[in-house]
């Protein structure tokens, strides 16, 4: 007996289908938030406007989804459980074009597998409500129930049988918040249904339904929706639309960014690059945008089943869609509105995707902005130069709502300049303001290696260890496209002799030693180097914060800013000015906001 | 302490020492003016610790004392003033100052004047005196090219170098991208043919030059003493100031011997030419440049957001051609220092340094560094 129970253990066998089914479970089902993401598609899938998901005990106790959809007949009803079964994939073919949100047939099986599950459906057309239930995978025989048309299904005592799983698990407020970001997932995907989520008693999350607009505050906050900007557009067959945040206003991570590709929330590191891509400059470090960025593409050009949860997918052409992300924030960025508070109005936003493709009929090829510099410098330089391998920035850089012209008041303490513009008083921070303008400037010069020089009497020498010294001769022709001239002085030793003839042109030792630190660095890619290098520059040849300017200083600098395209922040991502509006001190003043001329 | 002066008198003055007050000090008896009762007048000191200046006005004195009063109060106040004769009496106490001009009866808190620090000094070295208009004009002249970079202390200052041999003294400044470089002849100067260097801040250079008037003519300059601190002495008005620590660089190799190319022409046409192109330039650092010919100068500034100008300009031209830009500001601003109807440049290369001076003469020179261009580099 005991020979014959090694012999079992030892050799190769079909699992027992209860041990298969709770493997294959554990891949799509890893957490209760994964309950939850499942049965929402499903009551999606099937039409539903209104669900409601409860969980109680971190969702492991219990998860309750109930929608109006249109059912189950009772014949489907004993099928649901079985793996692989499915209303929404039939043919091999069909693979390739899903326009539904659960297509492998796993979940319910799944769900089933690990856990003691309930499904009440009433169809359309059947009289009455059938249930059915199942308890780690085996299947009781179903009874009549009552309820209207829809479908309930009841999640108990989750990974009961998979007890190794429960200790993975972050305890009930992860796995709460977990469910939350679930149902978040599905505000944003489906706008339309009104979802509600109920944790233990109480109400977490409520969407009433409407167009995406009206679904901001639920999953940002009423403050943070304010400050979304709306955007759309399209390249080829590539839809985009969506909210982003502006640049005054930024998380600390990257929880509040949904990404969305045919209604689906995904992390792609592709989209997430063209985004960072387009705001880089323009945030302060660490600090992330937030909002939606909503893809819908022809199912056909992008493949979903890279992954169970769904999580991931691979696009057909992911240059194409590289660039259109990146459009997509321009035009934000572009339609900020000057108070940098307060959403634009979506009708008046500008289709910056549709005039840029309009103008650019080959979105694939690479006319960009970078690859142009690059270019540049390759000719005039012959030093090869490594591209980012995404898609580089493309077009006329966006400007970000216009001040108008502004006219110069004084200067406060030598530090702010005070200025009035169509908008209000503006007070700008001169040394943030000028670097902003010089880095666009050293941008545009390294486009086509067209920064002046300004030649030095006493050159600067700049010591330096001589194992980074080795490496110099590699990065002097980047280094002249800025308008740095520097040659190796000894082994231990630089020598600049020429500098960018820019702004106030306080480069030192210090400024090169970092500036070939920062350009020999090969973690970075090239596009953040030649960024960091640009920003570093302007910041040394930037009007320093304390220094005295002239009237006419104070207003050659704004006449600068005023035509610099995105001024409103510092190559840092800081903001460059404050402007009080009107309105802003009429209220802070306690003044009516319209008065009649003669009121005084 | 009890004296009767005259509202213009004091005025001016405040008005020199009142420069040397620290505007925002933690020490509040810097931010004071010391009056002392001299014979026959009134002294006024005021120092930052780094720049003291000093000043005797005339007054009447019933009663020796001293005390120190808020400069910039005591300078607007006495501004204000009609023209009469004016007391001013410290109470016996030593808090009040009382002040009675005309109808005006004023009082005004005083800080004790042992508070106020000893005033710096510079102890023996040697003295030399130039003519005080020459020395201003000439300070006008170098201060534009040192720079206002305070991470580069050296530059932010004048050298001023005495050479007895030559009978000299020459100020020479430069930001690194530009010199200016003015030889003065002195008046008296100690016999050696030892060279004597100080690097002065440019800005309190101009303190000493603002002293020069009609009555005040000469300008000793103590220097090369035990404390690093250099003293100018302009009739009643004695300026003293700290030096900066430094090597200055030797300046005058830089000074091309020979030039390729001189263009003389009119300083006025130059400079009004050279300031209409500099709208277009808009921002300072903005180039402009020259295409020299036989016979005429063209300038042209251009601005990446603006557009260009272009003006021919008439000049007598020696030697090649050549094409060379700098910047803007710097180029007007030599112009605009020079004391010369005839602007007299050199050149050799587009990428070698370019002079300015006064035709004719040697005292005044004007060292510019070119900006190059993409197209102007040396191929790579």
């Known amino acids: 007996m005991k020979d014959m129970m090694d012999a079992m253990t030892e050799r190769i066998h079909l699992l027992d289908p209860v041990v298969a089914d709770a493997i294959a479970a554990g891949e799509v089902i890893e957490r209760p938030a994964a309950v939850v993401k499942e049965l929402i598609d499903n009551a999606l899938d099937a039409g539903a406007t209104r669900i409601t998901v409860r969980a109680r005990g971190g969702g492991i106790a219990a998860i309750e989804v109930h929608d109006n959809g249109h059912g189950m007949v009772p014949e489907d009803l004993a099928l649901a459980f079985a793996r692989h079964a499915t209303s929404k994939v039939s043919h091999l073919e069909d693979l390739t074009a899903i326009r539904t949100r659960g297509f492998r047939g796993e979940a319910l099986a799944s769900i089933a597998a690990v856990s003691e599950c309930t499904i009440t459906t009433r169809h359309a057309d059947a009289a009455a409500a059938t249930s059915v239930r199942a308890r780690f995978g085996s299947l009781l025989p179903p009874v009549s129930a009552g309820r209207d048309v829809g479908t309930s299904v009841t999640v108990e005592n989750l990974f009961g049988n998979t007890p190794a799983r429960l200790r993975f698990l972050k305890g009930e407020r992860g796995e709460h918040a977990a469910v939350l970001r679930s149902v978040m997932d599905a505000i944003i995907a489906a706008p339309g249904c009104s979802i509600q989520c109920e944790i233990g008693e109480k109400v977490a999350l409520s969407s009433r339904g409407g167009e995406l607009h009206d679904v901001l505050p639920a999953i940002f906050g009423r403050g943070d929706a304010a400050k979304l900007l709306p955007f759309s557009g399209s390249v080829d067959s590539i839809h985009l639309h969506g909210y982003l945040s502006t640049p005054l206003a930024h998380h600390g991570n990257r929880m509040h960014l949904f990404v969305l590709v045919n209604g689906r929330r995904i992390q792609n590191a592709m989209v997430q690059h063209a985004i960072d891509d387009a705001y880089r400059g323009y945030l302060p470090s660490g600090r992330y945008p937030f909002g939606i960025v909503a893809i819908d593409c022809p199912p056909e050009a992008v493949d979903v089943n890279v992954h169970p949860t769904k999580r991931d997918v691979r696009f057909v052409e992911p240059g194409t869609i590289h660039r259109a992300v990146h459009r997509a924030v321009w035009q934000v960025l572009g339609s900020a509105p000057v108070e940098g508070l307060g959403p634009g109005s979506p009708s008046n936003g500008r289709s910056l995707l549709d005039d840029a493709h309009a103008a650019d009929n080959s979105p694939l090829q690479s006319g960009s902005f970078l690859s142009e510099s690059a270019s540049h410098i390759e000719r005039s330089t012959s030093v090869q130069l490594v591209l980012p391998e995404a898609e580089p920035r493309t077009g006329p850089r966006p400007s970000m709502g216009s001040l108008g012209p502004l006219r110069a008041i004084g200067q406060v303490r030598n530090t702010w300049i005070v200025a009035e513009g169509d908008a209000g008083i503006v007070l700008l921070d001169p040394h943030a303001a000028h670097e902003k303008i010089l880095y666009e400037e050293l941008r545009r010069g390294l486009a086509d290696a067209a920064v002046p020089v300004q030649s030095l009497l006493v050159p600067l020498l700049v010591p330096m260890d001589p194992a980074t010294v080795v490496h110099v001769p590699d990065i002097v022709p980047l280094l002249m496209s800025l308008g740095v001239a520097v040659d190796v002085f000894g082994e231990d030793m630089l020598r600049c002799s020429g500098v960018p003839a820019l702004g106030r042109g306080h480069v030192t030792e210090d400024t090169i030693a970092t500036l070939v630190r920062d350009l020999l660095d090969r973690v970075n890619p090239q596009e953040e180097r030649l960024h960091r290098a640009a920003a570093l520059l302007a910041c040394h040849t930037a009007v320093r914060l304390g220094d005295a300017l002239d009237l006419r200083e104070q207003q050659q600098l704004l006449d600068l800013f005023a035509i610099t395209p995105e001024a409103l922040t510092c190559p840092h991502g800081r903001p460059t000015c404050r402007i009080i509006s009107d309105g802003e001190m009429r209220r802070a003043v306690g003044r009516p906001l319209r008065e009649p001329l003669e009121a005084r | ?380």
């Open chain 2, 1 to 380: 302490m009890k004296c009767t002066f005259l509202p213009s008198q004091l005025s001016q003055g405040l008005s020199l020492v009142q420069r040397a007050v620290s505007q925002r000090s933690t020490l509040p008896v810097l931010g004071n003016v010391l009056i002392e009762t001299v014979p026959g007048g009134l002294r006024l000191s005021a120092t930052n610790l780094d720049l003291a200046i000093v000043d005797t006005v005339p007054a009447e004195v019933a009663k020796e004392g001293k005390t120190s009063v808020p400069a910039k109060l005591l300078a607007d106040y006495v501004g204000s003033l009609l023209e009469v004769p004016c007391t001013m009496e410290l109470d016996p106490q030593g808090r009040v100052l009382n002040l009675t001009c005309g109808l005006h009866k004023t009082k005004l808190h005083v800080i004790d004047p042992a508070e106020f620090p000893p005033l710096p000094v510079a102890e023996g070295g040697t003295s030399v005196i130039v003519d005080g208009k020459t020395f201003a004009a000439g300070v006008a002249q170098t201060v534009i090219a040192a720079s206002s970079d305070e991470t580069e202390r050296v530059y932010t200052g004048v050298r001023i170098k005495v050479d007895p041999s030559a009978q000299t003294v020459t100020l020479a400044a430069t930001d690194r991208h530009r010199l200016a470089l003015k030889t003065l002849p002195a008046k008296e100067i100690p016999d050696g043919d030892e060279q004597l260097i100080a690097i002065v801040p440019a800005k309190h250079l101009q303190e000493v030059a603002r002293a020069v008037n009609e009555a005040r003519k000469e300008v000793a300059i103590a220097l090369g003493g035990t404390t690093s601190f250099v003293t100018f002495t302009v009739g009643d008005v004695v300026v003293t100031t700290r030096t900066i620590e430094g090597r200055y660089p030797k300046v005058e190799q830089a000074i091309p011997d020979a030039a390729g190319t001189t263009v003389v022409l009119p300083t006025a046409d130059l400079r009004r030419e050279a300031k209409t192109a500099s709208i277009l330039a808009r921002e300072e650092s903005n180039p402009v440049r020259m295409s020299i010919t036989s016979g005429t100068v063209v300038l042209t500034a251009w601005s990446s957001d603006v557009g260009d100008d272009e003006v021919p300009i008439p000049a007598d031209v020696t030697g090649e051609g050549l094409e060379i830009s700098f910047n803007s500001g710097y180029f007007l601003a030599a112009l605009e220092a020079l004391d010369s109807d005839t602007v007299h440049m050199s050149f050799n290369k587009a990428e070698e340094p370019g002079t300015i001076r006064p035709h004719g003469r040697e005292d005044y020179v004007y060292l510019l560094m070119p900006v190059l261009h993409p197209s102007l580099r040396p191929s790579l």
